[in-house]
């Protein structure tokens, strides 16, 4: 395939799939397996005609006529046509109808995310469905970030969509008594997704580049909705305080900078201004939550850039407060951190050594801490087979050539 080609379907898949999936599932009674099934078939359509005829003039139109053709023939193969079959049809006649008269679709994004929230919907099933249907995360990555095997989140997601489908769950914005109970997973795909751009910076996978001005755009979105949420406010607070940094994050030739040797002067003070009034506005309402209290160790890093030097005893204190709220492993561990810059590595690996084997086995950030702080006790051999395994879990070409550096330069 070439490369023109290439580039424009995975550029429609990144900008066009989800939004296309949530206009047509929203208007086809949340039948979401069948409508993703449909859109799926049109891309490897796509795949296969695009590079002999061309890339369409209007490619989200053809994608449209192709998964309309796809489930028309579905009718036939089978003998059979379903309410819900024909909704969809009629959707993505709408939809292509809008396309084509270059109207931009309703970003029907939001409402999906809440659909997902749904209580019919299996608790440990609704952040990850958000994840892979609104926001296009494959289930291998969603499976790492929830520290899952994919197979078992495969049958999850398949599980939750036929929930969907069965109990005719209403494709609609829900009542606000409602929103309590869903706006948390919705926060945690949003934060999730945000991850998955940040985390593939520089790496050789695509389509996922966008993911963090995606995660952003969602959060504000959200934010117009709830505007007197304040983990609404803190979650958004806390993406600009990390995307502030995106200009630090990598050398000129693409080499990996961690926070701690990041240049102050190329953090967006824009951004870390937006940042911190952000956070301002969420603790005035007095309920603090996991997204405000990390968005506040965040703007302490941030507070570097001013001050010339890292506030630890306050990281610290932050993250005593933040397990009691969200006691996950990422949050451990920044604790373990946290303590080894106060009162030294031996305390620091100390609390790393309190988290269950099980759960850090494969868990690349978790090596590296462990890796470091082994290192400042002069454990060289422990230390280099820490960040061993640290590098084999690594997928950043850039982050794995910077953990052979340290572990070099341990052995020197």
Same mark, same amino acid.
């Given at each position: 395939?070439?490369?023109?080609?290439?580039?424009?379907?995975?550029?429609?898949? #990144?900008?066009?799939?989800?939004?296309? !999936?949530?206009?047509?599932?929203?208007?086809?009674?949340?039948?979401?397996?069948?409508?993703?099934?449909?859109?799926?078939?049109?891309?490897?359509?796509?795949?296969?005609?695009?590079?002999?005829?061309?890339?369409?003039?209007?490619?989200?139109?053809?994608? !449209?006529?192709?998964?309309?053709?796809?489930?028309?023939?579905?009718?036939?193969?089978?003998?059979?046509?379903?309410?819900?079959?024909?909704?969809?049809?009629?959707?993505?006649?709408?939809?292509?109808?809008?396309?084509?008269?270059?109207?931009?679709?309703?970003?029907?994004?939001?409402?999906?995310? !809440?659909?997902?929230?749904?209580?019919?919907? $299996?608790?440990?099933?609704?952040?990850?469905?958000?994840?892979?249907?609104?926001?296009?995360?494959?289930?291998?990555?969603?499976?790492?970030?929830?520290?899952?095997?994919?197979?078992?989140?495969?049958?999850?997601?398949?599980?939750?969509?036929?929930?969907?489908?069965?109990?005719?769950?209403?494709?609609?914005?829900?009542?606000?008594?409602?929103?309590?109970?869903?706006?948390?997973?919705?926060?945690?795909?949003?934060?999730?997704?945000?991850?998955?751009?940040?985390?593939?910076?520089?790496? $050789?996978?695509?389509?996922?580049?966008?993911?963090?001005?995606?995660?952003?755009?969602?959060?504000?979105?959200?934010?117009?909705?709830?505007?007197?949420?304040?983990?609404?406010?803190?979650? !958004?607070?806390?993406?600009?305080?990390?995307?502030? #940094?995106?200009?630090?994050?990598?050398?000129?030739?693409?080499?990996?900078?961690?926070?701690?040797?990041?240049?102050?002067?190329?953090?967006?003070?824009?951004?870390?201004?937006?940042?911190?009034?952000?956070?301002?506005?969420?603790?005035?309402?007095?309920?603090?939550?996991?997204?405000?209290?990390?968005?506040?160790?965040?703007?302490?890093?941030?507070?570097?850039?001013?001050?010339?030097?890292?506030?630890?005893?306050?990281?610290?204190?932050?993250?005593?407060?933040?397990?009691?709220?969200?006691?996950?492993?990422?949050?451990?561990?920044?604790?373990?951190?946290?303590?080894?810059?106060? #009162?030294?590595?031996?305390?620091?690996?100390?609390?790393?050594?309190?988290?269950?084997?099980?759960?850090?086995?494969?868990?690349?950030?978790?090596?590296?801490?462990?890796?470091?702080?082994?290192?400042?006790?002069?454990?060289?051999?422990?230390?280099?087979?820490?960040?061993?395994?640290?590098?084999?879990?690594?997928?950043?070409?850039?982050?794995?050539?910077?953990?052979?550096?340290?572990?070099?330069?341990?052995?020197?």
């Amino acid at each position: 395939m070439n490369a023109p080609v290439h580039d424009a379907i995975v550029a429609c898949a #990144r900008d066009s799939y989800s939004q296309l !999936l949530s206009f047509v599932a929203s208007r086809a009674g949340g039948d979401l397996a069948s409508a993703e099934d449909a859109l799926g078939e049109a891309f490897l359509a796509a795949l296969q005609t695009w590079p002999v005829e061309g890339v369409p003039s209007r490619p989200e139109a053809w994608l !449209l006529t192709a998964a309309r053709r796809r489930l028309i023939d579905l009718q036939r193969r089978e003998a059979t046509r379903t309410r819900s079959t024909e909704m969809l049809i009629q959707a993505m006649d709408l939809a292509q109808e809008n396309v084509e008269e270059g109207h931009t679709l309703p970003d029907e994004r939001l409402k999906l995310l !809440l659909i997902c929230g749904h209580p019919a919907i $299996d608790v440990a099933a609704r952040t990850p469905l958000m994840l892979q249907t609104v926001l296009g995360l494959n289930a291998e990555r969603i499976a790492s970030a929830f520290l899952v095997a994919p197979a078992s989140m495969s049958q999850r997601l398949v599980r939750s969509k036929a929930k969907i489908r069965a109990a005719r769950i209403p494709f609609q914005i829900p009542s606000p008594e409602d929103w309590p109970e869903r706006l948390a997973y919705v926060l945690d795909a949003i934060y999730v997704a945000f991850n998955a751009g940040y985390g593939t910076l520089g790496t $050789d996978e695509t389509g996922n580049e966008g993911f963090e001005e995606e995660a952003i755009y969602l959060a504000r979105m959200l934010l117009r909705m709830v505007p007197n949420e304040p983990e609404a406010l803190g979650l !958004l607070s806390l993406m600009l305080f990390v995307h502030s #940094r995106k200009a630090a994050r990598r050398t000129p030739d693409g080499g990996f900078v961690p926070l701690n040797r990041q240049d102050p002067g190329l953090w967006s003070q824009a951004w870390i201004h937006e940042a911190e009034n952000l956070l301002r506005q969420a603790s005035a309402f007095g309920r603090p939550g996991r997204f405000q209290i990390e968005a506040a160790i965040q703007s302490v890093h941030a507070h570097r850039a001013v001050s010339g030097r890292t506030n630890w005893f306050m990281i610290e204190g932050f993250y005593r407060i933040l397990r009691l709220y969200s006691n996950t492993l990422g949050a451990r561990i920044g604790h373990a951190l946290a303590i080894a810059q106060i #009162r030294g590595p031996a305390d620091g690996l100390a609390e790393l050594d309190t988290i269950p084997g099980e759960l850090a086995s494969d868990h690349q950030p978790y090596w590296v801490a462990r890796g470091h702080l082994l290192r400042r006790t002069r454990n060289s051999d422990a230390s280099r087979k820490a960040y061993q395994r640290a590098i084999g879990l690594t997928e950043d070409p850039a982050v794995r050539s910077f953990l052979l550096n340290e572990m070099a330069s341990e052995d020197g």
